[in-house]
């Protein structure tokens, strides 16, 4: 247990132990090189909602488009269809996204 900082917020000091612990650990255990994807900042867009998030991801190798971030910095853009903005589950209402005209198609099928 750590004991409290002045000048500190609480459970600042643990934090920062905590640091410097996963840095020696990253030290001894490090990962191979060579065989992992880049993982970098990527601003993901949700197209239906207008809503962008900054967040580190994997995917940036294949994107084309890049974005101004409100930091001044341009990182890689991510256009997807579904996010937290516009789910039906975070947003608490039912929406009908038929981006590809599936919806008709398996009424035209299965019409009777």
Same mark, same amino acid.
């Given at each position: 247990? &750590?004991?409290?900082?002045?000048?500190?917020?609480?459970? &600042? +000091? +643990?934090?920062?132990?905590?640091?410097?612990?996963?840095?020696?650990?990253? &030290?001894?255990? +490090?990962?191979?090189?060579?065989?992992?994807? =880049?993982?970098?900042?990527?601003?993901?867009? #949700?197209?239906?909602? #207008?809503?962008? /998030?900054?967040?580190?991801?994997?995917?940036?190798?294949? +994107?084309?488009? &890049?974005?101004?971030?409100? #930091?001044?910095?341009?990182?890689?853009?991510?256009?997807?269809? /579904?996010?937290?903005?516009?789910?039906?589950?975070?947003?608490?209402?039912?929406?009908?996204? =038929?981006?590809?005209?599936? /919806?008709?198609?398996?009424?035209?099928?299965?019409?009777?």
């Amino acid at each position: 247990m &750590t004991r409290p900082v002045p000048g500190l917020a609480p459970g &600042t +000091a +643990a934090r920062l132990e905590c640091r410097a612990l996963f840095r020696q650990l990253s &030290t001894v255990y +490090a990962m191979k090189t060579g065989i992992h994807p =880049d993982y970098r900042e990527v601003v993901f867009h #949700d197209v239906t909602s #207008d809503f962008k /998030i900054l967040t580190r991801s994997t995917l940036a190798g294949g +994107a084309k488009e &890049t974005v101004k971030w409100e #930091d001044g910095n341009e990182y890689p853009l991510v256009k997807i269809e /579904i996010s937290s903005a516009s789910h039906p589950f975070y947003t608490g209402k039912h929406k009908v996204m =038929d981006t590809s005209g599936r /919806i008709d198609k398996f009424q035209r099928r299965y019409a009777r």
